[in-house]
């Protein structure tokens, strides 16, 4: 009897828990001394533990899932065929989030500041930019989705997956409240802030995993977590110069066209 027939879902639901929850206590162990972790020496502290917990995490959940099925790195969305496809369509997806958010960005003639080789070569040259972009959707889908929800996926349905994985990205966030305790913020606002991240960050995490199960590619969240990173959330305040717009003009495109597309 194989492993996964003889143990079943008592290995595979706690190693999905035990991963997300090892990717985070990998950087506090990394970087437990940093006062700022946006410095480039706790950057790299903290690329170095992501990138060990990904290279655990890819070993034991291949391991597992090989028990029950001949293809475990197809389970864990590491594919050679699809990935133009996972790339366009979910970023095609995504950006009708952002069409109000855009549109603004055309008034405020911000827009252009993507399509200026010096913006970009300003980006490259930051850890941060790094960081946002390229590290952290790369090793947290890896972990969050590649392995911890691949492993959840073999137990439960697609929408108990869905809505159940997303539960520790999201509580994941909340490690950031020491940092910013360590920055001058109060207990208080740390916490409601960090709330309020984990909050869309369980949103984020719930179309995330389900772009991962509807593609079977990682690079489908991936490629949705650094664009989420770069545009942010939607900044509802910076209507108020265009007397015009409206708040409701400004989602209403995007939630329109995501809906239909979905």
Known sequence: MSLIGA???KLSLPLSAGIPLSYVLLLHIFDHNSKDKNEPA???????????????????????LSFSSSTPLSLMGFKSTGNLASIVVPAGLTLTLYAGQILLMYY???????????????????WTWWRDIVVAPV??????????????????????????APLSFALSHMHHIDDDTKKGATLRDAVVGRAFQGAYTYIFGAYATFLFLRTGNIIAPMVTHSMCNGFGLPQLHEIQPLPKMRTLDYVRPGIR????AL
């Open 257 to 260: 066209r995501y809906y239909t």
């Open 7 to 9: 143990m079943g879902c």
């Open 42 to 64: 706790s950057l790299k502290k903290r690329f170095l533990a992501a990138a060990i917990n990904n290279a655990v995490s890819i070993g034991l959940t291949y391991y597992v």
């Open 108 to 126: 405020e003639k911000e827009l252009v500041d993507y399509f200026r080789l010096s913006s970009w070569g300003a980006s490259f040259r930051q």
């Open 139 to 164: 090793t947290e889908e890896i972990a969050f989705r590649g392995c911890a929800a691949a492993l959840m996926a073999t137990c439960l349905s697609p929408a108990q997956t869905i809505f159940i």
